[in-house]
């Protein structure tokens, strides 16, 4: 009934505003202030006809607000809708930010609820009020609207507003390797060398387990794996088993023993490689780096350098996701997953959602339902998006308890194996990836190993978002990066003064990577044959529903 949020922290979030806001007198003047602003602006544009003119509005919708962008809106009476309900945002937006002596947590979080109860509301959502509807509708008959319900009908009984067509192992998850070692949690993917010569330090890539592993192996044109085979590199893959409720007991100690750690030990044993490169995406890069810490503590010298893909190590400012994690939060989460003995994906994926809501939700049902668009085509990225995983019970508590609330492992607080381990104690070279519109793991978040490790950190800001900023391979239209090396003994800038320092270059930063790879590698040897095969990549942990 609640969609796995705490009513108990909804409640106190509720309340702490509401009294703040009821004894704080001069924030009420201001708000009336405002309303008195808004309304007269309103009215003087209505009276005045709704002029088009963009000096003649009330207010300006954010550049990332698509809503109301067809020349449609510009017509009166959908103008003045529009500019109604911008203006009402806009005033909520106010009367739910700095209220004297609000907690900043339930400051941030309101600001959240009123805008996605906003988004819900919107002119734009609804057929009378939205121009572009009723255009279609008169164009069409009508068959717009009954074609939409069809199509809603469909989507409710497959609890899916996409089918996942594409094919894993033959439209996506193609680069060709075999299943080289296999345990309870993962299988290890060794892809086969596509250079006569490679170098002799393999790379590990720990994805993360929210989702399946091949969003870095899409489709042929769009894979970081074969972009790295390709430039004489021997990769190694994790594949993260689907884990149901017989697993609800593993935890992160069993991820990382599981995965990381049996994986670099096939690896040097199979290679006979003395040291490793390393790259995580995302909780994999989180995961990574609590396995490097561990090696750095026991004299484990086999990491030759480590990769942060859009990775947090510090959680102190871990974006929009984090706003309703509170003990209240996770303690009810934690007595969900006690009941089924994980998290399912659909409790997932509607987080991720609400914080993109317009883009990700109302748009789409927007063009499905009301404007009967043709569907958009199944592309690489949405089909992996479409198949999600679980997360078992133990170790989704443990992560969201000893990261989001307590930020264990940028304080020094993380135990493995018992002992607690310190970012600090890193000192192989760090490649650091963040994305500019990234709302899973913001840039300056992921920007904080800087002051974690004693390593010279490089560190590249990309455009794009959490998947489609790693997913920049050359040649993709529109893309920049900026990247600057940080020396260990010069760590000492924020991330605007880094932006300032570092160089901006166009295309991809896929190139840059590689070069920085090879500098950090031996002498280029004839490349190896597999030996061994449990079975062809993708393998059977990929597939399991």
């Known amino acids: 009934m609640t969609g796995g949020s705490s009513p108990a922290s909804l409640l106190a979030m509720w309340t702490d505003w509401s009294v703040h806001l009821a004894m704080a007198p001069d924030k009420q003047l201001a708000l009336a202030q405002t309303a008195r602003d808004h309304w007269l602006g309103w009215m003087t544009y209505v009276m005045q006809g709704c002029p088009e003119h963009p000096d003649t509005l009330p207010i300006l919708p954010q550049k990332t607000d698509r809503r109301f962008r067809d020349e449609s809106w510009e017509k009166s009476p959908f103008a003045a809708l ?5 203006l009402a945002e806009d005033f909520w937006d106010k009367a739910t930010t700095d209220v004297p002596g609000l907690d900043p947590a339930h ?3 309101m600001t959240f609820v009123m805008r996605q109860l906003l988004d819900s509301v919107a002119p734009s959502n ?3 009020t939205n121009p572009e509807v009723l255009a279609r509708t008169v164009q069409t ?8 319900f069809t199509r809603w009908l469909r989507d409710q009984q497959a609890k899916r507003q996409t089918t996942n067509t594409a094919r894993v192992g033959t439209d996506v998850a193609t680069t060709p390797g075999e299943v080289v070692f296999r345990n309870h949690l993962i299988e290890l993917i060794q892809y086969a060398p596509t250079t006569d010569m490679v170098y002799p330090e393999p790379i590990l890539i720990v994805p993360a387990w929210i989702m ?3 969003i870095l192996d899409l489709s042929p044109a769009n894979s970081l794996v074969r972009y790295l085979t390709e430039n004489g590199f021997t990769v190694f893959m994790i594949s993260w088993r689907n884990p149901d409720s017989g697993d609800a007991a593993l935890g992160m100690q069993d991820y990382l023993d599981q995965g990381p750690r049996a994986a670099f030990d096939y690896i040097a044993a199979s290679t006979g490689a003395g040291k490793i490169h390393t790259a995580g995406y995302c909780l994999g890069g989180t995961l990574l780096s609590m396995t490097a810490a561990a090696m750095a503590r026991d004299g484990d010298d086999r990491l030759a350098s480590m990769t942060l893909l859009a990775a947090q190590t510090d959680f102190s400012e871990p974006g929009e996701l984090s706003l309703f994690i509170n003990e209240s939060q996770v303690s009810f989460l934690e007595d969900v997953m006690q009941a089924q003995g994980y998290l399912d994906a659909e409790q997932m994926m509607s987080a991720f959602q609400m914080m993109r809501s317009n883009d990700l939700i109302w748009s789409q049902m927007i063009r499905s339902y009301l404007l009967d668009d043709d569907e958009i ?3 690489d990225l949405m089909a992996w998006n479409a198949d999600s995983t679980r997360m078992p019970a133990k170790m989704h508590a443990e992560y969201l308890r000893h990261m989001f609330l307590h930020n264990d492992l940028a304080g020094g607080r993380y135990s493995v194996d018992g002992h607690t381990v310190s970012l600090r ?3 192989v070279p760090v490649f650091g990836v963040g994305t500019e519109t990234d709302h899973i793991a913001p840039w300056k978040s992921v920007f904080k190993i800087h002051n974690l490790c004693h390593a010279d950190v490089t560190f590249t800001l990309t455009n794009g978002g959490h998947n489609a900023g790693i997913l920049s391979e050359p040649g993709h239209k529109r893309r920049h990066f900026h990247i600057h090396t940080t020396r260990d003994a010069d760590k000492t800038m924020d991330p605007d003064d880094w932006v300032a320092t570092a160089t901006q270059q166009e295309g991809s930063w896929w190139p ?3 070069a920085w790879l090879a500098g950090l590698s031996g002498v280029p040897a004839p490349a190896p044959k597999i030996t061994k095969s449990l079975a062809p990549a993708p393998g059977t942990y990929v597939m399991m529903e």
């Open 82 to 86: 529009a500019q109604g309900f911008l």
């Open 107 to 109: 400051d941030r979080a």
């Open 126 to 128: 609804f057929v009378a």
């Open 141 to 148: 008959g009508g068959a717009n609207l009954q074609h939409g």
């Open 212 to 214: 399946k592993y091949y």
């Open 377 to 379: 085509p199944m592309n």
């Open 425 to 427: 104690d890193i000192r």
């Open 512 to 514: 840059e990577w590689t």
